[in-house]
Every structure is written in structure tokens, then in C-alpha cells.
Nanobody, 121 residues
Framework: VQLQASGGGLVQAGAFLRLSCAAS????????MGWFRQSPGKEREFVAG???????NYEDSVKGRFTISRDNARKMVQLHMDSLKPEDTAVYYC????????????????WGQGTLVTVSS
């Protein structure tokens, strides 16, 4: 599977933004998918993950604000980000792995390219 992320941009604090990740390849529906982010000077961190059936997992700081979803027919995974904060500023990456537990642990099999999200105060 190959991944192509899009949707980043510059927004003000409190705004909404939706990131999309388009996948190619016939095995998309069998993969767990996730989003990670990396801020300047920090390590890449897990943000959200979703398995093939729709079970989700979130990093604590985004719970209640971010929602991950997937459309297996369209081979698409999205990250809906609400009530954005300046500390959400980062390059966001989509990722794929065989199981959600591996996504959560950062054991990613396929990375997409990053898309920059900047949240101004």
C-alpha cells in the first residue's frame, strides 16, 4: 500500500481542519491506519489509529477533539481535528500497519509523506 496525505494548512486556534490520506493498493482494507505528528525538536508521536473494522484509539491530548475515520471502499482515512490549539502545530503523517496495536506502538509498516498543520494563537 502507498499513502498520500493532504489537507494541512494555517488556521487560528479553535478552528477545524480535516486531513485526508488516500491509499493505493489492493490490501488497504486489511491494514490498520493511523496518524502521527512531529513538531520541531520533538520526536514523532502517535495521534490516532483505526483498525479495519473501525475500532479507534487516540492519544490523550486529542481525545474529544480529533476523530479518525476510514472509508475502505474509497481507500481513504481522514483525521477530523476540532478545537485546534497552537500545540497541535506539527507535520502530520498517515501510516499503515497490520494491526492497531502496532500502530499504537509506532511499529509502522508504511508511511505517507507529511502535511503541515500550523495553528496560530
Amino acid at each position: 500500500v502507498q499513502l498520500q496525505a493532504s489537507g494541512g494548512g494555517l488556521v487560528q486556534a479553535g478552528a477545524f481542519l480535516r486531513l485526508s490520506c488516500a491509499a493505493s493498493g489492493r490490501t488497504f482494507s486489511s491494514y490498520a491506519m493511523g496518524w502521527f505528528r512531529q513538531s520541531p525538536g520533538k520526536e514523532r508521536e502517535f495521534v490516532a489509529g483505526i483498525d479495519w473494522s473501525g475500532i479507534t484509539n487516540y492519544e490523550d491530548s486529542v481525545k474529544g477533539r480529533f476523530t479518525i475515520s476510514r472509508d475502505n471502499a474509497r481507500k481513504m482515512v481522514q483525521l477530523h481535528m476540532d478545537s485546534l490549539k497552537p500545540e497541535d502545530t506539527a507535520v502530520y503523517y498517515c501510516a499503515a500497519a497490520p494491526q492497531l496495536t502496532r500502530i499504537r506502538g509506532g511499529y509502522v509498516e508504511v508511511w505517507g509523506q507529511g502535511t503541515l498543520v500550523t495553528v496560530s494563537s
